[in-house]
Structures are given as C-alpha cells and as structure tokens.
RNA sequence: GGAGAGAUGGCAGAGCGGUUGAAUGCACCGGUCUUGAAAACCGGCAAGGUAGCGAUACCUUCCAGGGUUCGAAUCCCUGUCUCUCCGCCA
C-alpha cells in the first residue's frame, strides 16, 4: 500500500512510479477523492467537537438540578446531520481504500527497465554445468524409472498438477526441507516456525495476494490456503509496535504450498516444475528500514547457500521492472540448472525469488516499530524469500546427479539425511 | 458439541453511564545521586487522523460490527478470539 502523503507531496513521482510498471497515472484522481474526503472529515469533525461540548455542559447542568432542554434540542439537531455525512466519508475512504490496495509497489531505482523474464538482469553464475556423456533425461524419467514418482496416481487422486511420490523420493522431499530449515537456523540464525497453512482475508490483503490476485489462490469456507509461507510469517508482526531492539526478526518455515496456477494454463504441464500443491522453505526478515538493502543481498546468500551445498549450479538474476512482483521493490531470482530440459539440452529455472517490501507491506499490516532512543514510530521493512522450493530442488538433484544406468548421485550433505550416497534406478 | 468467565496502553492490571484517553505497577526514555554500575529519587511516556509554518487545538480509537442514551471502556445485541469445567477426538 502507498503513503497517501507520499502522493499528496509529490503526485509526480509517484506517477512516474506507475509508469514503471507500465500503470497509467493516477495522483489526480486520487488526490480528488482524498481532499473531499477531508473536507468531509473536517465538517464532521467540528460537528462531533460542538456535541462533545454541549454533551459535558448538558451533564454540569443535570448535577447542579437545571433545566437542559434546550441544549438537548441542540445536540438532537447536530446529531440528526451527522450520519449521512459520515456515511458519505466512509465511502470515499473505502474508494480510497480500494484503489490504493490494488496499486503495486513502488520499483527500487536498481531495477532495470524490461517488459518480461527476458529482460531480467544476469548477476552472476555460479557452479560449473555438468557434461554428460549421454543425453540427460529429464525428471519425469529418473522417477518414474525410480518408480517412486506417479503423475498418473496424482491425477487419479486429485487430478492435473498433483503428483504422488513414494520410497527413496518422498524421503528425499523429507531430507532436503530437514536439510535446509537446519542450514538456514543453525547457520544464519532464522528461527523455525510451524505456521497455519490457512489463513484469514486480513493476512492475505496484508502481504499483497488479496485483493487483486484472488484468482490465483484456493479458498476453503472463509480461509484460503497459503500459496507460499510468506503469509503467515510475515503477518506474524502485523498490527505489532515491536522495539528496534527486537530487530531484526528473521523466521523460516517448511510448508506446503497452494495455487490455483489460473493464469498459467497449458504452461510447464510436463513434471513437477508446476504443481497446485508443493512444498517450500520460507525466509522472511522484518527489519530497520536502514538495513532492508542488506538483508536483501544476506538472504539471497543464504538462499544460494543452499545450493552450493547441494553442489547444483544457479545463476543470479536481477529482475527488471516488468517481472517483478505487487509486492516487492526488487527481487532476485535464483535459476537452478535443469540439465533434462529441453530435450536434453537443458535450462535456468526458477527455484527461489528473494524480495524486498520494503514498508509496502508493513503498511497495509500496521507493521511498525519503536525506536527506543527517539521514541518514534515507523513501519518496518519486510523481506521474503524461498530457500528453497523443495520439489524444484528435488528435480535438481535428480536431473544434475544422473547416470547413464538411471542411478542419481546424491550431493554429500544430504547422505547422512538419506543414509545413503545414491539413488538406484529400479529398471 | 454443552456450561460458565473474559478481551482495556509495549506488558500486567484498575475502572463498570458524565470531570477517564483511561489509576497503579513493570518495561522504556531523560535527569539527580555515584569513580562507574545497581538501588533510590524526580520527570516523561498510547495509536491513528484533521487543521496549522509552529506552539497547539480538535476528531477517532478501551477485540470487531450494530444498538440504547444529550453523553458509553462502562448498558443491550451479534460476531471473533481466549480461559475454566464437561463431552468427543488426531
């Protein structure tokens, strides 16, 4: 959500913003409704200040035994105007309302200008791509000819998007969250949290998802499912005054996913690339405005950490204006690199999204904190990344560790998740 | 699911129709004292908004939404959540 302030004091730039992300100007009719709003709001100020004041001398009269008639006549008369100016305010505060929740936020000034993915800006490569001596396949055939991973018995349990993993695979699902939540708490000081995996319309509009993306979401009675751990971490601090002590707060969490992938049909069908349900390890930091820059590049590290363990080369990219999300400033996204794809030739995928939200966010939540020194009060920074999505890191290993005979050389942090180095092809 | 109790400032906790935006304690901030610290003492300290250059003034908010009243933290209704007891249960 934007500062209405903001927008009041420099309704250029703010457009200038929007232009960004390719958003037609808005400052003016904006600006429109919020002065009327406050002319509205100041009229019924007074108003309400007038019988405030009567009120108290109607009270001073009643203990002194004086007749008050009159200033109850007065007071009625106020009363009667008041409702329907107050109706009228709370709906230009609702217009208001509205038309700022469905805005996006606002670029970093880093972020490079592009339409789409193609435009993202490479940072750095890093790992060496394996060569093989054969065609590599892709995961769908290393599981399948694990036989531990089952798209049809997902269909038939759930239908499209679902798959069904068993044995060695569904602990290698189990070994790499273990693997990751341990890296990331013991190594970089996150601390584990179990969230809900359903969540209120308030987490939702708090984090962005709502109200504009509903589509994209699944929704059980009057909860939706969590399409990513960032909900209901990052909601944790909403409506808080946390101390600037207490920062920053730095929390992850391993839980399924859920999305409805409307917008994305007939892409990514093949594998588990694309799934309504998967699993992911979540970081989330809310910290000192000051430090959010900071903690960006910290928790894309830590993210990248992860992969360099499981010895699977990635590239950084910077994404530019066009691919980067409602919520964030700026984001990184890591591809890891999937040597089955494309008939073997293989491909950067996405496997983790590192954002800051600066007080994008924390605003729409009334995330704030207290410097204790001055005593002010200020929105926090949030920040959310994926470290990382595990079935997409699942794939990884398969597709980088494979042999010719279909055997998969696991990476040697996760042998003693695994009790074993290898994964051996039943076929 | 049944029966009761409750939800007040960062936390704990008074208040139960008007002078209460809210006692008191803790925490926090400033100061006195001290070589320094602790203790003690003094002072400050809710949030959001509107108007104003500003000092400041005013409005809203005591879980949320309705209602009663000239006036509601306080009374009534609904919802949400919490606690206690009983039942059921992974």
Redo the contacts with the bound molecule.
């Keep these: 959500m934007h500062d ?2 903001f927008i009041r004091e420099r309704p250029d730039e703010f457009d200038a913003a929007l232009q960004r992300r390719q958003i037609a100007p808005m400052s003016r009719s904006i600006l429109k409704i ?2 009327d709003r ?2 509205l ?2 009229q ?3 108003m ?9 001398e ?3 009269l ?2 002194l035994g004086s007749d ?1 008639d009159t ?2 006549t007065e ?2 008369n106020i ?1 009667s105007k008041i ?1 329907d100016l107050e109706s009228k305010e709370l709906s230009l505060a609702k217009a208001l309302d509205s038309q700022l929740l469905e805005l996006p936020n606002i670029l970093n000034q880093s972020v490079p200008a592009g339409d789409n993915e193609a435009q993202n800006q490479l940072i750095r490569a890093v790992g060496n791509i394996p060569k093989f001596t054969f065609t590599p396949k892709d995961h769908v055939v290393l599981g399948e000819n694990l036989g531990q991973m089952n798209f049809a018995l997902g269909a038939k349990l759930a239908g499209a998007r679902f798959v069904v993993l068993s044995g060695q695979l569904a602990q290698l699902e189990r070994a790499l969250a273990a693997f990751m939540l341990d890296t990331h708490t013991k190594k970089f000081g996150y601390t584990e949290t179990l969230p809900p995996a359903l969540v209120n319309r308030k987490a939702m509009t708090g984090t962005g998802q709502l109200p504009k993306f509903e589509e994209d979401l699944y929704k059980t009675g009057d909860k939706w499912l969590i399409p990513t751990a960032e909900v209901p971490l990052t909601n944790i601090v909403a409506d ?4 600037n002590t207490a920062l920053p707060i730095r929390m992850t969490a391993y839980t399924q996913c859920f999305r409805s992938e409307a917008g994305s049909a007939g892409r990514d069908t093949r594998g588990m690339i694309r799934q309504h349900q998967f699993s992911k390890v979540e970081m989330v930091s809310i910290v000192h405005p000051d430090e959010s820059s900071a903690e960006l590049e910290r928790m894309t590290s830590c993210a990248e950490t992860i992969l360099q363990l499981l010895e699977l080369p990635y590239r950084v990219m910077k994404l530019c204006s066009g691919d980067t999300g409602f919520s964030a400033e700026q984001t990184y996204d890591l591809e890891v690199w999937l040597p089955g794809q494309d008939e073997g030739r293989g491909m950067y995928r996405e496997i983790s999204s590192c954002s800051n939200c600066g007080p994008f966010q924390a605003r729409r939540m ?1 995330a ?1 904190f ?1 410097d ?2 001055t ?1 002010d ?2 929105f926090v920074h949030t920040l959310n990344g994926s470290g990382l999505a595990v079935g997409r890191t699942l794939i990884a290993i398969l597709e980088n560790g494979q042999q010719k005979d279909g055997n998969i050389l696991l990476p040697k942090s996760l042998h003693c998740y695994m009790d074993t180095d290898c994964l051996l092809a039943a076929v």
């Design positions: 209405i302030r919020d002065s406050r002319a709001q100041a019924i100020q007074d309400q200040s007038r019988r405030n004041i009567v009120s108290k109607i009270g001073a009643k203990a008050s200033l109850i007071v009625n009363k409702p808080e005054i946390t101390d009334k704030r207290r204790t020194k005593g009060i200020r």
